[in-house]
């Protein structure tokens, strides 16, 4: 039987993630490409998955893999995981899709957050026949459809293509309201579970890395507009929808049961929020008391002292917080939300109360930060002291108002003329670019965020807590990680990145 859809993850992982890719970074199946797939499957095509990410492949061997499977339409799904992610890998989804173009003429569409942020860019820049504008699955599927039965593309919802000299945007199309009957799982068969790992924070402190691993999404959207985010780019709107408790309690069923999976990240952007969502998923973990390792998102000011309880009798261990900023200032800047440090500390405090585990975030570098407030921030992470720490310099992702601002006060931007391009988005990669600040550059920026990132991890307080609640063992670990310096472009070549900002070229934005 001849194959309709090949939804394909591209090898990216080294070159966004450097030597932290091949131990301490996860490896997790393809979220929303699972989704997308299964239901494509539903609508009666014939659909298959290639991870080149799990399979370890290089770009040409998974050009290889695509051309022989010869599906009919090829989607190549460019998310991260998170959001954000999604531009960074942009490169390495163009370098495998040139490459199949010249093994098969098979149409392709790229899906993904930079792709839904800047469609008419995608589709004259990127070697994609089609781009999706919106969250994917009504795009995939009628673009199927013309493709089989010859239907109009005028009539695909959220599809970008070429109409000779010109480039047609169809629009973002309705989202799916119904989650529960037309999203109802991912297609996990389709893939080797066996392949998948957690970070290794998420094991080593407290979990077991031997265990299977995978990503359970409950919720689609967020209610909020951080400056800095650009999660609702796939949906043309803020908001949030939900699948139901009983919906996401099968998938975990199957996961356990069928996969062996006891790892498991809920990857909405906010899960702490909505008291009958929480409540009706926790209830039923904790009738099945699968004694899981869960991972999730929370907010400073969603976290109330009646979640913290059930959230740990059910297995949901960490929780993934934006602190950001030590300094109020900074945080109103950004439109993060109206909470002091105390509130933050009290919160903290509830958790370690609890039992729960903290992975807090931070980001260094935003518009209104100075040398002093990123110190208080540094400060801040060192007194609270939490279980996992991530480090973030400030990027303005396509598809987040930053990014609006960014190009309107012409800063300097990895897809400037002459720059790194979208690789120059990645936290960890050798051509890190972030945003300078009004009174810092951006690679000021970036070398306080690599030192902060060591003085936090090697900090004897944080490495005597992690001893003694989770073992020598773990804290070597920590110890063995710090060991890995990421390599930036301006410690080689100082002079690049101020050549840079001499001539920053105005990009682009449609209206």
Not at 59 to 71: C, F, L, M, N, T
Not at 210 to 232: E, M, R
Not at 445 to 451: A, N, S
Request: aromatic share 10%; charged share 25%.
């Amino acid at each position: 039987m001849a194959l309709d859809v090949l939804m394909v993850t591209p090898p990216s992982r080294l070159e966004v993630y450097q030597e932290l890719s091949k131990k301490h970074a996860a490896l997790e199946p393809p979220v929303w490409s699972g989704l997308i797939a299964d239901y494509i499957r539903r609508n009666g095509f014939v659909v298959d998955m290639l991870d080149a990410e799990a399979e370890c492949l290089t770009h040409e061997q998974a050009a290889r893999r695509i051309s022989d499977a010869d599906p009919r339409l090829i989607v190549y799904m460019v998310y991260g995981q998170q959001p954000s992610a999604s531009t960074q890998c942009m490169p390495a989804g163009g370098r495998t899709a040139r490459r199949v173009q010249e093994l098969t003429d098979r149409p392709s569409i790229v899906v993904g957050t930079h792709a839904s942020a800047l469609p008419e860019r995608t589709l004259r820049e990127e070697p994609y026949t089609f781009v999706c504008q919106g969250e994917g699955p009504l795009t995939v599927r009628g673009l199927i459809n013309h493709i089989r039965y010859g239907t109009n593309l005028s009539e695909v919802p959220g599809l970008a293509y070429r109409d000779g000299d010109n480039i047609r945007l169809n629009g973002f199309g309705p989202l799916i309201d119904d989650l529960d009957n037309e999203l109802p799982e991912q297609a996990w068969d389709l893939l080797d579970m066996s392949k998948y790992r957690a970070h290794n924070w998420h094991t080593v402190l407290g979990g077991n890395p031997d265990h299977g691993y995978a990503s359970v999404q409950t919720s689609l959207g967020c209610p909020y507009k951080c400056s800095f985010c650009c999660i609702n780019a796939p949906f043309g709107k803020a908001g949030i929808r939900y699948w139901d408790p009983e919906t996401i309690i099968k998938q975990i069923d199957e996961l356990v049961e069928r996969y062996n999976v006891k790892t498991i990240k809920i990857p909405d952007e906010l899960f702490v929020l909505n008291k009958s969502h929480v409540n009706g998923i926790c209830d039923r973990l904790i009738e099945r008391n699968y004694d899981l390792n869960f991972w999730a998102y929370a907010r400073i000011d969603t976290l109330r002292p009646e979640f913290m309880s059930k959230l740990q009798k059910a297995g949901i261990q960490w929780l993934g917080i934006g602190i950001e900023s030590a300094s109020k200032y900074v945080r109103d800047g950004m439109t993060k939300g109206k909470f002091g440090n105390t509130d933050i500390e009290n919160v903290i405090s509830l958790c370690r109360d609890a039992g729960l585990y903290t992975s807090a975030n931070y980001i260094f570098g935003l518009p209104d930060d100075t040398q002093e407030s990123m110190q208080e921030t540094l400060d801040l992470a060192l007194h609270l002291n939490t279980e996992w720490a991530n480090f973030y310099s400030s990027m303005s992702y396509p598809g987040s108002p930053l990014y609006r601002l960014a190009v309107e006060q012409r800063w300097p931007l990895p897809d400037s003329k002459d720059s790194p391009g979208w690789i120059g988005y990645s936290q960890h990669a050798y051509e890190t670019l972030p945003l300078p600040t009004n009174t810092m550059s951006g690679i000021e920026v970036l070398d306080f965020r690599d030192e902060a990132f060591h003085e936090y991890f090697t900090n004897p307080d944080y490495l005597a807590m992690i001893t003694g609640k989770f073992g020598s063992d773990a804290a070597a670990h920590m110890q063995d990680m710090t060991k890995i310096r990421l390599k930036r472009r301006h410690h080689d070549d100082p002079g690049y990145y101020k050549k840079l900002a001499e001539q920053v070229q105005v990009l682009d934005l449609p209206a």
